[in-house]
């Protein structure tokens, strides 16, 4: 059994930062990839920041430049750096771990693990 717990969440002004940290518990080798989803009300979930077991990054095109995932593996825990943040930011913030969607596509199998999310706000 896999569990993951988020934390970092909050509100915070225009321009602003925060840290989200998603850590992971369980039975983790047989997944390879990590990476963090947002939702925001109204839209369809989509996938930010990802990293795989090469240690290959991808982000969504709109969070370039601005967002950063990191694993801390001694921890158990990937983190998500968020900088400069834009109202667009506004959503509730998942992480996962799985297996197919860190190379890019962001294709979900339907069989991955999820945290119970932690909310951000811009404005």
């Known amino acids: 059994h896999v569990q993951l717990v988020e934390s970092g969440g909050g509100s915070v002004q225009v321009g602003g930062s925060l840290k989200l940290s998603c850590t992971i518990s369980?039975?983790?080798?047989?997944?390879?990839?990590m990476g963090w989803f947002r939702q925001a009300p109204g839209k369809a979930r989509e996938g930010v920041a990802a990293?795989?077991?090469?240690?290959?990054?991808s982000y969504a095109d709109s969070v370039k430049g601005r967002f950063t995932i990191s694993p801390d593996n001694a921890k158990n825990t990937v983190y998500l750096q968020m900088n400069s943040l834009k109202p667009e930011d506004t959503a509730m913030y998942y992480c996962?771990?799985?297996?197919?969607?860190?190379?890019?596509?962001?294709?979900?199998?339907?069989?991955?693990?999820w945290g119970q999310g932690t909310q951000v706000t811009v404005s």
């Open positions: 369980g039975d983790t080798y047989s997944t390879y990839c």
């Open positions: 996962a771990t799985g297996w197919a969607f860190c190379d890019g596509s962001w294709k979900l199998l339907g069989l991955e693990y």
């Open positions: 990293i795989g077991g090469d240690a290959v990054t």
